[in-house]
């Protein structure tokens, strides 16, 4: 199984990114898919997840409103679409995939697979 997560760079507050991850190696359309961030020197916090159908997509509230997941099941890829950007969501982004229940959507061990992270970098 591999996740693969692009789409960071440097960019100005107020800025845009979107995040990419494609998945292979596992059926994908069975899997929610989740984005977690780990700034430095913080342990590894939630960000967005969105379930098998992409109806009801869950968020972090310090990021609700801003960034918005999505999910492309024939495509084996989730993205993260990142909207007014703070300094504060300066992180390496994690891409991950796992079946939790609702309840557990927020948890990182409820995800089984983990891509690499790509840095985001957002200056003020």
């Known amino acids: 199984v591999q996740l693969q997560a692009s789409g960071g760079g440097l960019v100005q507050a107020g800025g845009s990114l979107r995040l990419s991850c494609a998945a292979s190696g596992l059926t994908f359309s069975s899997y929610t898919t989740g984005w977690f961030r780990q700034a430095p020197g913080k342990e590894r916090e939630f960000v967005a997840a969105i379930r098998v159908s992409g109806a009801s997509p869950y968020y972090a509230d310090s990021v609700k409103g801003r960034f918005t997941i999505s999910r492309h099941n024939a495509k084996n890829t989730v993205y993260l679409q990142m909207n007014s950007l703070k300094p504060d969501d300066t992180a390496v982004y994690y891409c991950?995939?796992?079946?939790?229940?609702?309840?557990?959507?927020?948890?990182?061990?409820?995800?089984?697979?983990w891509g690499q992270g790509t840095l985001v970098t957002v200056s003020s």
């Open positions: 991950a995939a796992g079946r939790p229940i609702l309840t557990m959507l927020e948890r990182r061990e409820s995800y089984n697979y």
